[in-house]
């Protein structure tokens, strides 16, 4: 069996190794709150926050919710998966939808309103979930009209907001690790930084890609 | 096939990833009672506030100094001069003498956080007053104090001698009475500065584990807090590096003359002029501002520990 390996498969194993790694990382931290603990890793310095009823639903909804919708990058991007098995690619698009705009999203906009850091990370969070919601309704709405081109254009989008998840821990490590600010600050640059930077870049390729 | 690759990969990532989204928590020094036997809670009744001793009933009290390793003896020395751990055998001592009660004397000795009953007895010869003090026996490092003290004199000078065989089984003292004051409004003076740098240095020397706990050196904000007068809130506390809430917690304990066993934090309270090593449990005495200080500031910082420089939370 001849094995030919091209410049595409290598941007894809690329991808979904990178995918994989920082899936696993997500995984780990979810753990953590399983079971149900309200004084555990980030609840630990929200103890003014998590005695609201509201904010105990909106925080483990959106814990257990979002690391599914992580995982949807593993189906939802393969050309090959999607011709192939074309219910695969349905079922994870419902999944995906439904799990950020009646989970995810929402308890993200309600735990954005108690965000830590202040003002500007409240807008910053706030901000997010609502583009995402957005992003994510237009998508399904394109593919429901068949226009596929916006359709992926969107769920790029969508889907570059929710790999803020982990964009937003990569930069606070890093700026932590080079410049070793105070928490608080480096989460202030973070609520901002992790989200509208992959915004920029997706659009940017959406740009490029439909020039070329 | 070149799925299956990328599965083969991903997995050998994943064998080394298990502490990327958390930093283990380190053992915390906190002041704790070691025993809670009558005995081992003396402290010095009817201290006098003479500082030079024109009677026996002016020696009760807390007597402070280095406690040198005594280099006199070849073998110390030697030791002393050419170990690199040498510098943490640098100890302060407390002897504290509790009451005494015809020629016997009780009292207990404070050394790095640790605290040893002392029992012996005391004579007068010409105008000097000769003790001697022995700890229980049944710890490693117990040992004898033999001392002097003029009468008219503020000075103690004295030796310890090890029962057991141990690296330095022999020091010498030169101490002085203190009228030991707890003062909630003590400031912190000097800055914390870590030499190591290092997250967390275990170290094993005769059994005995030093445990120091490095968290790099505190910024200016440490001098704005006092921890013992004001009740610390979470927009204080929440973006305060490591060091300064260590040091804002720590400095509760100093301020109650806590005797600290890590070597790192018991340098840098001996540079604040107010700070006297005299007690190994201060648990009781801790005002119930402080102890809501200690509770935050103990959740600031293990979070910090464990979060500040990782990916994950």
Redesign the interface.
């Known amino acids: 069996?001849v094995?030919t390996?091209n410049k595409r498969?290598v941007k894809w194993?690329v991808f979904?190794?990178c995918l994989?790694?920082f899936t696993?990382?997500?995984v780990?931290?979810t753990l953590?709150y399983v079971p149900i603990n309200f004084d555990v890793?980030?609840l630990?310095?929200k103890?003014?926050q998590i005695v609201y009823m509201h904010y105990k639903i909106a925080f483990f909804s959106h814990v257990y919710s979002s690391i599914f919708v992580l995982l949807a990058g593993f189906t939802q991007f393969s050309e090959h998966l999607r011709k192939r098995w074309r219910i695969v690619h349905r079922v994870g698009g419902y999944l995906y939808l439904f799990l950020i705009l009646i989970v995810a999203a929402p308890s993200g906009f309600i735990m954005g309103i108690h965000a830590?850091g202040g003002l500007s990370s409240k807008i910053a969070f706030c901000i997010l979930s609502i583009l995402w919601s957005v992003f994510t309704f237009k998508a399904f709405l394109s593919a429901l009209r068949s226009d596929f081109k916006a359709h992926r254009a969107f769920m790029y989008r969508s889907y570059a907001l929710t790999l803020s998840a982990i964009t937003l821990?990569?930069w606070?490590?890093l700026i932590?690790?080079v410049f070793?600010t105070?928490?608080?600050?480096t989460y202030k640059i973070v609520a901002w930084l992790g989200w509208v930077l992959n915004l920029l870049v997706i659009e940017l390729y959406l740009r490029i890609d439909r020039k070329g | 096939?070149?799925f299956i690759?990328?599965i083969f990969?991903?997995l050998i990532?994943?064998a080394s990833?298990q502490e990327?989204?958390?930093k283990k928590p380190v053992q915390k020094e906190e002041p704790a009672v070691v025993n809670t036997s009558y005995l081992y809670s003396m402290e010095p009744r009817n201290v006098s506030n003479n500082l030079i001793v024109k009677d026996i009933s002016d020696l009760i009290g807390y007597w402070v100094g280095d406690f040198e390793p005594d280099e006199n003896d070849n073998l110390i020395k030697e030791f002393m001069e050419t170990d690199k751990s040498a510098w943490k055998f640098y100890k302060k001592l407390n002897l504290s003498i509790d009451s005494i009660s015809g020629d016997s004397v009780f009292g207990h000795s404070v050394v790095s956080g640790t605290r040893r009953p002392l029992n012996g007895n005391y004579k007068k010869e010409g105008n000097s007053y000769v003790f001697l003090l022995l700890e229980p026996g049944d710890d490693k490092f117990d040992g004898k104090f033999q001392f002097t003290i003029n009468e008219n004199d503020s000075e103690i000078v004295g030796t310890w001698k090890s029962f057991g065989k141990i690296k330095v089984f022999s020091r010498t003292y030169n101490l002085r009475k203190i009228l030991f004051k707890y003062n909630a409004n003590n400031a912190l003076e000097s800055r914390y500065i870590d030499g190591n740098k290092m997250k967390e240095n275990k170290l094993k020397y005769e059994d005995e584990e030093y445990i120091e706990e490095s968290y790099?050196s505190t910024s200016e904000l440490v001098f704005d807090y006092n921890s013992s007068l004001k009740e610390l809130k979470?927009k204080d506390v929440?973006?305060?590096?490591k060091a300064d809430i260590y040091i804002l917690r720590n400095s509760i304990y100093a301020r109650h003359g806590y005797s600290f066993k890590s070597i790192q934090l018991s340098n840098y309270f001996q540079e604040q002029s107010w700070y006297y090593p005299v007690k190994s449990d201060i648990k009781k005495e801790l005002s119930a501002l402080e102890k809501k200080n200690i509770s935050l500031l103990m959740?600031?910082e293990?979070?910090?520990e464990e979060?500040?420089?990782?990916?994950?939370?």
Do not use: H, T
């Open positions: 069996m094995l390996i498969d194993v979904y190794l994989l790694y696993y990382l997500m780990l931290i953590q890793a980030f630990r310095i103890q003014e830590n821990r990569a606070k490590w932590i690790n070793e105070a928490p608080i600050d | 096939m070149k690759f990328s990969f991903s990532l994943f990833c990327a989204i958390k790099f979470i929440e973006n305060l590096s959740r600031y293990k979070n910090a979060y500040y420089d990782v990916f994950g939370r």
